[in-house]
């Protein structure tokens, strides 16, 4: 497709729909910049998974992080596909299926904090789940397990409420 101004190959279309009229207009990029329909100069570009990645990220362990108070050490990358947490957070998914053990420490809060349980409910009926944990709370209270009991008593009243 040519330029409607001049006969060079056209680069930028436009379309502009106004009270159900198309109007398209198809222009080479010089024509484009001289009527200030593309701006004289792209700006910088940004990585936006690079950003993300940085925006989700634990603060360094010297800016008194969440990750200076862990005794374990944290792992950074996957041995089997080199997955890195970075990389897990600015994809949105794991490398292989080793990942979940090498990562662990990182995706335990994670999918705690989504899921609201590491307990895997299954798509159990809402009453079935509930009288289960009631018992797995007895047994907490029987064996003086007061935190699991607390924890299943909080889970308990969200469910029922």
């Keep these: 497709m040519k330029c409607q101004i001049c006969d060079n190959p056209a680069t930028v279309h436009l379309t502009d729909i106004v009270n ?12 484009a910049r001289e009527r200030n329909l593309i701006p004289e100069q792209p700006g910088p ?16 362990p010297g800016g ?10 944290v792992a950074t990358a996957c041995e089997i596909c080199g997955m890195t947490v970075a990389e897990f957070k600015a994809a949105g998914r794991l490398g292989c299926p080793h990942d979940y053990e090498s990562l662990r420490s990182t995706l335990e809060p994670l999918l ?3 899921h609201r349980s590491m307990e895997h409910a299954g798509k159990a009926p809402r009453a079935v ?5 009631k018992k797995q709370m007895q047994a907490a209270v029987a064996t003086e397990n007061y935190e699991e009991a607390a924890r299943l008593r909080d889970l308990i009243r969200r469910h029922e409420a």
Excluded at 65 to 71: H, I, K, P, T, V
Excluded at 129 to 133: A, F, K, L, M, N
């Design 112 to 114: 705690e904090r989504i």
């Design 45 to 60: 570009q940004i990585d936006l998974k690079a950003l993300l990645g940085l925006l989700t990220s634990p603060l360094a």
């Design 129 to 133: 789940r509930v009288r289960d944990w």
């Design 20 to 31: 159900k009229k198309k109007r398209e207009v198809h222009l080479c990029e010089q024509c």
């Design 64 to 73: 008194g992080g969440a990750a200076e108070s862990r005794s374990e050490p």
